[in-house]
């Protein structure tokens, strides 16, 4: 079936270089296990694909430090392994798979701003969401979905909106954007869970749709009905990001939530229709968690399915 919309893959070969250890459940093989289901169900043909260019300094210094760059560029080794925090390792290959990485929303937001494709997805790693201005942090080394945003209001516009539906919260974006009220964050996560941050805030730009652990489908629907839709409405986005985590899958023994592969379709595609009121239709999507390979290949697949309105 020919897609509706044109959608955009973008990744690169330097992704599957960054190294974190034998048992650390972010790895390569978590981009093999979402190209290896577009290519079984025939999507990837149905793809525009591009390699993600490298996020420039001055990209990455607008949602983090210099200071913080340069000392990742210090930590970054030539061989073995690094601990940035508790979670977050850096080998050989990864700080060139950092900035490909954040490179990939750049050139996402460039292309769709220029309306060479409708929609985008990023199969990239490491993720970025809990990545702040001066820290790594749950496997994130620079927080991607920010450096888009940001060269997002770069490029001029105004009004952009970020929906995370990871399992955990993305506090480092919420931390890079909380007194920026150009950039809308709208996230729904399991709670209290993991970075265990506080969700107190009085901004209106600002938008938690917090989950009970076990929660289903049914909880996840009504909580982005009855908040993050609404926001996005009042808020009249004239771009639409997502922190695309697919770690609140059942079968995904990273959280506690029960989300099935159809709530990710159905998500993405009320997403898109707001996307279609506002933003013409441009949405670009991040990968950030999803490390149970099955339910991950299958549940982008879903993702991408209503990026592509097939």
């Not at 390569?28 to 043909?45: F, H, K, P, Q, V």
């Not at 993991?194 to 938690?208: E, F, G, K, M, N």
Request: hydrophobic share 40%.
């Amino acid at each position: 079936m020919a897609p509706d919309v044109t959608t955009a893959y973008i990744s690169h070969p330097a992704c599957l270089q960054h190294e974190t250890g034998s048992d650390h459940p972010e790895s390569a093989r978590r981009i093999y296990a979402i190209e290896d289901a577009l290519i079984s169900t025939g999507l990837m043909n149905l793809l525009k694909r591009f390699d993600a260019p490298r996020a420039t300094r001055e990209q990455l210094c607008r949602v983090h430090s210099p200071e913080y760059l340069d000392k990742i560029e210090r930590l970054s080794p030539m061989s073995g392994l690094v601990m940035l925090d508790a979670d977050t390792v850096m080998g050989s290959g990864s700080l060139e798979a950092a900035y490909r990485s954040a490179g990939a929303m750049v050139l996402g937001v460039d292309m769709v701003i220029r309306n060479e494709v409708d929609t985008v997805f990023c199969g990239i790693r490491p993720p970025g969401h809990h990545a702040g201005r001066n820290s790594a942090m749950g496997f994130c080394i620079f927080n991607n979905v920010a450096v888009g945003a940001a060269h997002a209001l770069s490029a001029g516009l105004v009004r952009v909106a970020i929906v995370d539906f990871d399992v955990h919260h993305g506090n480092g974006t919420e931390s890079i954007f909380q007194t920026d009220d150009r950039v809308m964050l709208c996230s729904v996560f399991q709670h209290p869970f993991y970075p265990y941050t506080s969700l107190v805030t009085d901004s209106q730009h600002i938008i938690h749709a917090p989950l009970d652990a076990g929660a289903y489908s049914d909880d996840f629907q009504h909580a982005v009905q009855d908040h993050l839709l609404p926001a996005l409405h009042r808020f009249r986005p004239e771009l639409i990001l997502i922190s695309a985590g697919f770690d609140a899958h059942f079968e995904d023994c990273m959280g506690q939530l029960n989300l099935l592969d159809s709530d990710y379709y159905w998500v993405t595609r009320e997403i898109m229709e707001a996307a279609a009121q506002y933003a013409g239709g441009h949405v670009v999507s991040t990968l950030e968690g999803g490390y149970e390979y099955h339910a991950l290949g299958r549940a982008v697949v879903q993702h991408i399915r209503a990026l592509m309105h097939v």
